[in-house]
């Protein structure tokens, strides 16, 4: 597919504001929603798009096993504290960790309140709450949604990483944004990404979007951009606390796993 635009867009403005389908019977194990064999955030993003789902139509799209699989924290319900379970398991895994999920369930650290993983459990609904949100400004514009895919939510959560570090199109190693896109996963014929910092909520966050002059808004409103990958950092010891990211994406057909928050 022909590459054909690539658009940068920031919210310095936000500095100034802070001055002021699978088988029914399919053997799935705990975590391992896709049967893959192995637990990572592909699985923590499908349990966040059948929260978004079933929380919005009340219906899901898992099989019973799949659901079975999807609540690891066993307290009936299959929502973004699943996903933030799942994605705390791979991180431990991927650091080389080999404890069974159940074990490592058992025996996480709980904050204060006794809440287990509170911060990663309200950093993903933030995210659902953000697609949803934005998907609403654009219908009311009379637009099509746009759909979220795990990918695109994978490479949007290590912009939003990298924000902290550096609040910039530029990316930590010098290069561009845009350098985070595999164009053989995604072929586009434009991208687009928009950053803002500062604000904890997602109506603050499109607030600062709405009222900049550089183009944050005509970004989230381009009848062309067909998907979007959302990531929400936070980090107490930065300059600005809260950083956002939206990766957006024009391309022709389906994407793996896509679907509207």
Same mark, same amino acid.
């Given at each position: 597919?022909?590459?054909?635009?690539?658009?940068?867009?920031?919210?310095?403005?936000?500095?100034?504001?802070?001055?002021?389908?699978?088988?029914?019977?399919?053997?799935?194990?705990?975590?391992?929603?896709?049967?893959?064999?192995?637990?990572?955030?592909?699985?923590?993003?499908?349990?966040?798009?059948?929260?978004?789902?079933?929380?919005?139509?009340?219906?899901?799209?898992?099989?019973?096993?799949?659901?079975?699989?999807?609540?690891?924290?066993?307290?009936?319900?299959?929502?973004?504290?699943?996903?933030?379970?799942?994605?705390?398991?791979?991180?431990?895994?991927?650091?080389?960790?080999?404890?069974?999920?159940?074990?490592?369930?058992?025996?996480?650290?709980?904050?204060?309140?006794?809440?287990?993983?509170?911060?990663?459990?309200?950093?993903?609904?933030?995210?659902?709450?953000?697609?949803?949100?934005?998907?609403?400004?654009?219908?009311?514009?009379?637009?099509?949604?746009?759909?979220?895919?795990? $990918?695109?939510?994978?490479?949007?959560?290590?912009?939003?990483?990298?924000?902290?570090?550096?609040?910039?199109?530029?990316?930590?190693?010098?290069?561009?944004?845009?350098?985070?896109?595999?164009?053989?996963?995604?072929?586009? $014929?434009?991208?687009?990404?928009?950053?803002?910092?500062?604000?904890?909520?997602?109506?603050?966050?499109?607030?600062?979007?709405?009222?900049?002059?550089?183009?944050?808004?005509?970004?989230?409103?381009?009848?062309?951009?067909?998907?979007?990958?959302?990531?929400?950092?936070?980090?107490?010891?930065?300059?600005?606390?809260? $950083?956002?990211?939206?990766?957006?994406?024009?391309?022709?057909?389906?994407?793996?796993?896509?679907?509207?928050?």
């Amino acid at each position: 597919m022909k590459k054909r635009i690539i658009a940068f867009i920031s919210a310095f403005t936000v500095c100034m504001s802070l001055n002021a389908d699978f088988s029914a019977n399919a053997m799935i194990s705990l975590g391992d929603i896709d049967g893959s064999g192995s637990i990572n955030s592909a699985d923590a993003s499908m349990i966040l798009e059948e929260y978004s789902v079933s929380s919005t139509s009340g219906i899901s799209r898992f099989t019973n096993a799949q659901k079975q699989a999807a609540d690891v924290n066993k307290d009936g319900t299959v929502d973004a504290s699943d996903a933030s379970d799942v994605l705390n398991y791979y991180g431990y895994m991927s650091t080389g960790g080999d404890m069974l999920i159940e074990y490592f369930l058992a025996n996480k650290p709980s904050d204060s309140s006794g809440n287990d993983s509170s911060q990663d459990t309200q950093m993903q609904k933030l995210l659902i709450e953000m697609g949803k949100a934005v998907n609403k400004e654009r219908a009311a514009a009379g637009l099509q949604p746009l759909k979220i895919t795990p $990918y695109l939510m994978e490479i949007s959560a290590v912009r939003a990483d990298e924000t902290v570090k550096i609040f910039s199109h530029t990316r930590p190693d010098g290069t561009s944004c845009f350098t985070i896109l595999d164009d053989i996963k995604v072929p586009y $014929y434009h991208l687009g990404e928009i950053i803002a910092a500062g604000s904890s909520t997602v109506s603050g966050t499109l607030e600062q979007w709405r009222s900049s002059t550089q183009g944050h808004w005509q970004e989230i409103m381009r009848s062309g951009n067909t998907h979007m990958g959302i990531g929400v950092a936070y980090e107490p010891n930065s300059t600005y606390g809260w $950083y956002w990211e939206i990766f957006f994406v024009e391309t022709a057909g389906s994407l793996e796993g896509e679907y509207i928050p």
